[in-house]
């Protein structure tokens, strides 16, 4: 379960609740994050300070760190102390100046930040976040975009700013150099923060522009399917920004893998709305509706992209199931992955026809007796998910209706073929105790499992995944909090509370939250 504190809990469910939606868009040129060849500043606090994570798309700090500087080392539960020695350990930082400006806020020399590209971008403009934690910004600044040739693109000095996240700069055409030159800060005796430089424009919609959204995230308890989670919104284009006709709109700036954050937050505290994130999804299609003065842009996942790359290999090569994921999503390049410690103990000869890495990785998956799925930050999951301690509880007073209960059919046998090579296979059978008459289920195409031992390993591991075939499905209010493989509890009108694992989450935004929730449990 996403995590929350006890006053969003209690919000959620409240007799009266408001939810309000937020999307924040990214139309920046995903080239040019990856082409950034360099980036340099006039000063940096070396033990903290993490300029590299200035475009990697994450616009908020983990903590809010201690230093040495005038109120920002209150003991009073607001800030948290930094690892000097393990600075990963202290998550998203991005760039913090070593000098500390005067009580004015001026600095006595500006501090820059250069970024420096290996080709040449185009995008819909500049976006800087600075530190967004505390309201704390640049007032007085100045942005620079040079050609290869060093020649001015275009620049702009700001003064009596007020925003922590601003855009300073319109549209750029064939900028090699980035130059940032704070001068002034908004807070005296502090350093110059700046947690993000995204080269287009972010786009935040809320109530006032956000039309709709619904998003989708599935899981199969026996990898036998691999759904992606996909995120849909309508947002308000009255301006015509993403006409395709508008020479000054966004469209042509418009690009696939750009990133897109879906949340819902509920108010709690007395206004403070605490948000919970649906997913960090990448731009894959979108259409401008004309008729009806709206745009919808369809978002996915990595996993997705992995059906991009192939994968081969006709000869043993033998490793790890865990280190076979590692080599797939290397070759994807893919980062944001969770491979369950489970996989490094189970070897396989790698050996598998021509077939695309998504598919691969559903291999290993089931090879691995593991659900595969991903997870809200977008990251690839391997997992061996079990029944524990339920996370939450529906109940009546936020169902419309009873939930609906399916039985799935009985599984009698699992048949698993292995193969010692791409010629050369046997197979292994599992039979349930005590079933007459019911499904065989046959695994026969999987070339990762080499022995008998492992098929019959996965054999039985599938068996136990199809013991849960009552498949609950509930109309209710919603929790955005619950995730894939949260176990629940259950009211229904015949006695004690049934449990079951969520496998399929369906919210739909429009002002207000409906939400559609599926989960699998073993029969009472």
Excluded at 20 to 49: H, K, N, Q, Y
Excluded at 378 to 398: C, E, L, Q, W, Y
Excluded at 477 to 501: C, F, K, Q
């Amino acid at each position: 379960m996403y995590p929350v504190t006890q006053p969003y809990k209690d919000a959620i469910y409240a007799d009266e609740r408001r939810i309000i939606g937020r999307v924040t868009f990214d139309i920046s040129d995903v080239t040019a994050a990856e082409d950034v060849s360099s980036i340099t500043t006039s000063t940096e606090l070396a033990t903290l300070s993490q300029k590299a994570q200035l475009n990697n798309n994450e616009r908020s700090a983990t903590w809010n760190l201690a230093t040495n500087e005038q109120d920002r080392f209150r003991l009073d539960g607001s800030f948290s102390f930094p690892d000097d020695v393990t600075p990963a350990n202290n998550g998203e930082v991005g760039y913090i100046s070593s000098a500390i400006c005067n009580a004015d806020g001026t600095f006595t020399t500006p501090q820059t930040i250069t970024i420096v590209f290996g080709g040449d971008h185009s995008s819909a403009g500049l976006t800087i976040t600075f530190d967004q934690f505390n309201d704390e910004y640049a007032t007085d600044y100045t942005v620079t975009a040079y050609t290869a040739a060093d020649a001015v693109i275009d620049t702009v000095t700001v003064t009596g700013n007020n925003k922590a996240l601003v855009v300073p700069l319109g549209q750029l055409l064939n900028y090699r150099k980035i130059v940032v030159s704070i001068s002034k800060w908004n807070v005296g005796n502090r350093r110059a923060r700046v947690m993000e430089i995204d080269f287009g424009i972010v786009e935040v919609y809320t109530d006032d522009s956000l039309i709709s959204f619904n998003m989708i995230e599935e899981m199969d308890m026996t990898s036998g399917l691999l759904p992606s989670p996909e995120f849909r919104f309508t947002v308000d284009n009255s301006d015509r920004l993403f006409n395709i006709l508008n020479p000054t709109g966004f469209y042509k700036y418009l690009q696939q893998r750009q990133q897109v954050i879906a949340e819902l937050g509920v108010p709690v505290n007395g206004g403070w709305i605490e948000y919970i994130r649906l997913g960090n999804y990448l731009l894959w299609e979108w259409t401008s509706e004309e008729g009806s003065l709206t745009a919808t842009f369809t978002a996915r996942t990595n996993l997705d992209l992995m059906a991009n790359y192939t994968y081969e290999q006709l000869t043993a090569s033998s490793k790890s199931l865990g280190a076979l994921a590692v080599q797939v999503f290397g070759q994807c390049g893919i980062e944001n992955y969770s491979i369950d410690p489970a996989l490094n103990s189970i070897t396989t000869n790698s050996m598998a026809e021509k077939t695309d890495c998504r598919t691969l990785l559903q291999m290993i998956a089931i090879a691995g007796r593991c659900n595969l799925f991903v997870t809200r930050n977008n990251t690839i999951t391997f997992k061996r998910v079990s029944f524990g301690t339920a996370a939450d509880r529906v109940d009546f007073d936020n169902a419309y209706n009873e939930p609906k209960i399916e039985l799935e059919r009985v599984t009698k046998q699992v048949e698993v073929t292995y193969w010692s090579n791409l010629n050369t296979s046997g197979i292994s059978t599992v039979t349930a105790v005590g079933i007459d008459l019911g499904d065989t289920i046959k695994l026969e195409k999987n070339t990762l499992i080499n022995t008998s031992t492992v098929a019959t390993d996965v054999a039985n591991w599938i068996m136990a995944q199809k013991q849960f075939r009552a498949k609950y499905s509930m109309n209710w209010r919603g929790n955005p909090a619950h995730e894939l493989a949260d176990v629940i509890d259950i009211e229904n009108s015949y006695g004690d509370d049934t449990s079951g694992m969520i496998t399929k989450t369906d919210l739909t935004y429009q002002g207000y939250l409906q939400a559609r929730t599926e989960a699998k449990g073993a029969p009472n």
